[in-house]
């Protein structure tokens, strides 16, 4: 406004009034007249304005930088300071005890300074250290169960629960191992996996019989033999006063058609018939069927003292004498005709005592 009085005044002492005669003049002067006051007024309008905003934008982007570095500022301190101060690895909060203990308002704003400051090179420290932390965890778990397996090793030592000695076991106990694998495979018809826990189990334990006799079991019906004979072999040799293995034996080549072989093997001992009657039978029978009938007869007879009652040992007895006296084979017969009840039994025996009546007079004649 000061400018436009300027320019008024200005006019009045130039005389000229609105209405003047001088302002009557032509229409061209008076137009560029007032054209040129116009533009000087506009002009220094302009530039009034223009200095009023630029003073106006300097002072407010002074107030803005100061109240934004405020706000700015005081966040980061707080969201840095707190989490530090709960830090057991930050070193900065035993300071900052230390100055609010002195009370010295100095060395607190120079404390938050310090804060301020390191919590703006906090970001690059942080990311380094979360890594080195999370690799220290891992550590410290894996170094525990360490720890206490040396501490475990330790106490078991004196206790010797813990103990990484290898167990000694006994004989019978490694043997009891392989029985159960022996078995359980045979089930799964792996033979070849049963047969080799059945020699484990014996190796460690070689009398042990039952084991034996499964071996060979086992072996002769793989059709194996002669290692079934020399597995029962082993075993009678260990102990002579045990029968069973011979006798087993003996059936073995009684099946392989060697009688002749398995009567050799049951003559080679002689238990007694009470005990062993199935040995003492066997041993019988088998010399009739190779045509011994004296070693028959007498193996019989040894059953006749062992069990009398038995009619059955009266027959055999009277079979193989019929073949090389049959005069003694009548008595046999006799004998056995009062204690067997069999009805077709009794009904051969009373065809074999007719058959030895009706050869009597033949012989005498």
């Not at 075993?235 to 002579?240: A, I, V, Y």
Request: net charge negative; aromatic share 6%.
């Amino acid at each position: 406004m000061s400018v436009i009085n300027k320019v008024l005044k200005d006019l009045d002492r130039r005389g000229q009034q609105p209405f003047s005669k001088n302002a009557a003049s032509s229409a061209v002067e008076r137009r560029g007249s007032h054209r040129f006051g116009l533009w000087l007024l506009a002009s220094l309008i302009v530039i009034t304005l223009a200095l009023v905003f630029f003073w106006w934008q300097s002072s407010d982007d002074d107030v803005m930088t100061v109240t934004e570095s405020e706000a700015a500022d005081m966040p980061l301190v707080q969201e840095r300071v707190e989490p530090l101060v709960d830090s057991s690895a930050f070193t900065v909060p035993t300071e900052r005890a230390d100055a609010q203990e002195t009370g010295s308002r100095e060395q607190t704003v120079i404390d938050q300074n310090n804060l301020a400051s390191v919590a703006v090179s906090e970001p690059i420290s942080e990311a380094k250290r979360v890594p080195e932390s999370k690799e220290v965890e891992p550590k410290a778990v894996e170094e525990e169960p360490e720890s206490t397996a040396d501490n475990s090793s330790d106490k078991a030592e004196p206790s010797g629960e813990f103990s990484k000695q290898p167990v000694q076991l006994s004989p019978a106990e490694i043997a009891e191992q392989h029985i159960e694998k022996a078995q359980k495979a045979q089930q799964q018809g792996r033979l070849t996996s049963a047969e080799e826990h059945w020699r484990k189990a014996l190796a460690v334990t070689p009398d042990n019989k039952n084991v034996r006799k499964k071996l060979a079991a086992l072996q002769f019906g793989r059709n194996k033999v002669s290692q079934a004979l020399t597995t029962l072999e082993a075993g009678f040799k260990r102990d002579p006063s045990d029968f069973e293995f011979r006798l087993l034996s003996a059936r073995i080549l009684e099946k392989e058609a060697r009688p002749a072989a398995a009567l050799s093997l049951l003559k080679q001992a002689t238990p007694n018939a009470a005990d062993y009657p199935d040995y003492v039978q066997k041993q019988a029978l088998l010399a009739q069927e190779v045509g011994d009938y004296q070693t028959a007869a007498n193996t019989y007879q040894r059953l006749i003292v062992a069990e009398p009652a038995q009619g059955r040992w009266y027959l055999g007895k009277a079979l193989a004498q019929q073949e090389f006296a049959p005069q003694t084979a009548l008595a046999s017969y006799e004998e056995a005709l009062t204690r067997i009840t069999h009805r077709p039994t009794v009904d051969f025996i009373h065809q074999q005592i007719a058959l030895l009546e009706a050869s009597e007079p033949a012989g005498e004649q």
